[in-house]
């Protein structure tokens, strides 16, 4: 276990959380350590193993500490990426809620706060919402709390996940 010391982010609270690279072809894998170290201020070096589910791409998970945010920041940095399918976690803190991001090229970024447990918590303006559309008859409840829980996403990336049992996690600390 390595660690790592960043000055820049110490007037931000600590947390922690997870990285999954789920799929990526092995010319985007360098890009994707310089994105996520420039994020989270540390040299990442990655332990790519291939990915069963999609031929030619590869995998890796990294165990992150830092600021905040820091899962935002990661998201935002690699979206977009054509190839690429990520979910990044971040765990809450005293003072903040916790946080998932999905990301797959079709679909683009889900974003959805989490709770203590990792339960998705969402939040009573967006359920009225989804109950008055439903009740004008646009749409069913149940396609609307599907939408709210990401479920297109997880659809689409459960393979990703089942083919990465096991894999190696890599910790990765950052003193803030």
């Not at 994020?39 to 069963?52: I, N």
């Not at 054509?82 to 990044?88: C, D, P, S, T, W």
């Not at 005293?94 to 974003?111: D, I, K």
Request: hydrophobic share 40%.
């Amino acid at each position: 276990m390595t660690a790592y010391t960043n000055t820049s982010s110490a007037s931000r609270p600590a947390t922690r959380g997870v990285l999954y690279v789920h799929s990526a072809p092995s010319a985007l894998t360098p890009h994707v350590e310089w994105a996520v170290g420039g994020v989270l201020g540390v040299s990442v070096s990655l332990d790519w193993t291939p990915q069963p589910a999609q031929v030619g791409t590869y995998r890796a998970e990294l165990s992150w500490t830092g600021g905040v945010g820091s899962a935002a920041a990661v998201a935002s940095a690699l979206k977009g990426w054509k190839h690429l399918r990520f979910e990044i976690t971040e765990e809450p803190t005293s003072g903040s809620e916790g946080a998932r991001y999905s990301y797959t090229p079709e679909l683009g970024v889900f974003h959805a706060v989490t709770g203590l447990h990792g339960d998705i918590m969402i939040p009573e303006d967006r359920l009225k919402a989804a109950v008055v559309k439903a009740a004008l008859g646009d749409t069913t409840m149940l396609v609307e709390i599907d939408k709210l829980l990401g479920k297109q996403w997880d659809d689409e990336l459960e393979t990703f996940r089942h083919a990465g049992d096991g894999a190696p996690v890599r910790w990765l600390h950052q003193v803030v």
